[in-house]
């Protein structure tokens, strides 16, 4: 495993989301940018407090989508007017209303495809393993407790002055998070 | 991990402090307030109480005697569905009771009834998600599980009923050396990209809501196996804020592409029917008609499994009231389309004034089903209007009786589309008979059995409530403006 001598960084855990979020804005303006929360929930401030941009997930499921559609179409009218042609009933072979409902189900299935996978690949799962869960306390973090971690790949990182910092917003515990 | 222990026992503690804090009543979600509505969650719990309730019926809750008793027997059902389908591949469908002229009859009644209780899931899960009801939080997860395994046994019955089910694999669009594609312009293929998906996507959805909840069992295992299992399911899941920032994101538009997806579904199922001349199913009333179907009896599943479900498991805290108050008035909406649906199905048949259009009606109130259209009528249209009143909405066992009744119901309703409009379609001469078999039967009790047996091991190896959401509705869970600056 790592050498015991290089930390990934350092770790403040709070008792309620406001704090977390209050701490998290503070060190935004104190200038740490290389910096992660955690929450045991989904929280809107949190992500705006950590400064990040906007998701591209929704253009991949529109990309996805599109490509569903125009996959689905072109299959049907390939199969059934150039590769298979077959008269059934007399109706055209291009008989494209009959056509729609398998390519809205494309469409579905290719664009769900996208939002699932694309999430998961944006955020970098799965990963077996990453330093935060070094810390034995970090195990609260999927029930009730809060967590900042500012990374020590930040310029502005330096551990004793990065822990007086974290100690200032009165956490329950600052813990180092061995890299 | 002993330290980690201590710590969370420290933590309970501090965090019944702050249980029943001022403040609590006040907030509109939990409290019962002026309108006199009961909660949505009991209130008193915390972020802790939340997770170690849910939790610990997965994880350190004794299996009791009732839960290996209800999945040895849901299970011998699922071996006898085995062995009826296994007999059937032998012989082949001449065991079954339907011949020409009712060509489709059980399987299809069958795949119908599944595909519509699936259909309660999604709707719960995706649209009441977007409608911003967030009384569904406790009930979408097990909802959801019901969907997928409903949609299971609904996809066996149409692929078992092919005659050759071995060669299955020719509906799907793949090159192949006869040179062979498709008939996309057929309805049944319609199906079986309709089918193929829905399962796929509830499945993803189900999934991707376990996330979070996978990640909360692996850091809450007390054993070795555990941990590794539900660690390798979480794929590492840590709550960082970039993440949810788009799992949220993800989830929302999964909503948005699930809801068209389960309206569409119903609505390709129904034109399997309507596509066709027969009188009886050749209807335009037919796509919203069935989807209002599929959804009421979909409902009417869901309160049958969440009465028993939270009685036995203590969970009258989060599956409150206020779930089967509400899903029993959706349940009245609904039921009063599908009768609209019959009575808009008779008044075109006597307005077209088509002497076999004619016929449908009258054969279904005289003919030799005459019970079973009564019957329908009775469950579907006639007990369902008991739940105008208060008083009946607040009894669970109501609710779980009526609930039962409509499940027969509209497996009912499916049997009279189905058979009544085929035994007799135009010529006399051609008309017929149907009657199950022990066969038809064994195979329909059988995916009954699959699905129960499914469920009891759904309930106990996973959380059967989306834990991560129950916090987001707590009045704690709130940031507040006031305390951003430290």
Redesign the interface.
Known sequence: MAKPSAIYGLMAEFD????L??????AHREGYRCM????????E???EA?G?HH?R??LI?LIG?LCGCIGGYG??DW??AM??P?N?GG?PLH?WP??I??T???T??A???S??L???A??G??????P??NV??????????FFLCIEARDPKFDVEGTRRFLE???PREVSTVAG | ?N??AD??KD?ARH?HRGAGAPGLDEDPLHAVVGTGKPPVIAPGH???TV?DKISAIVLTRKTSLGWYAGFGFSFLLTLMLFASVSYLFVKGIGIWGNNVPVGWAFEITNFVWWIGIGHAGTLISAILLLLKQTWRTSINRFAEAMTLFAVACAGLFPAIHTGRPWLDYWLL?YPNTM???????S?I??DV??VS?YA??SA??W??GLI?DL??L???SQSKTGSVLYGMLA????????????????YL??AG??T??VV?VHT?VS?DFSIAILPGWHATIFPPYFVAGAIYSGFAMVLTLAIPIRAVYGLEDFITMRHLQNMAKVMLVTGLIVVYGYMIEAFMAWYSADKFEVFVPYNRMTGPYAPFYWLLLFCNAVVPQTLWFKRIRNSTIALFIIAIIVNIGMWLERFIIVVTSLHRDFMPSAWGRYAPTFWDWSTYVGTIGLFVALLFLFVRFLPMISI??M??ILP?????ED????
């Open positions: 309620e989301p406001t704090t979020v209050a701490a998290t804005q503070h992660d929360a955690y929450s045991p929930f989904p929280i401030e949190l992500h950590l990040a998701t997930l929704p499921v989508g299959l049907q199969a059934s590769a298979y077959i059934v109706k008989s009959a056509f409902p398998i809205f189900e494309c579905i299935l664009a769900a495809l939002a699932v694309g999430m998961l944006l955020n799962l799965p990963m077996p393993y990453h935060v869960f034995p306390r970090f195990a609260l973090a999927s029930r009730n407790r200032t917003m009165h | 991990m330290n980690v710590h969370v933590d965090d915390t972020f802790s997770t669009p040179g062979v594609w498709p008939q996309f312009r309805p293929m319609w990209f309709a998906t796929t996507v993803l959805f999934y991707i979070p990640a909360t692996r850091d809450r794929m590492g899941w840590r709550g960082s804020a970039h993440h949810w920032h788009r799992y949220e994101t993800a538009l999964l592409i699930a068209p997806l569409s390709v034109l991560f959401e916090r987001t704690e869970a709130k940031v507040d305390l951003r600056v430290i």
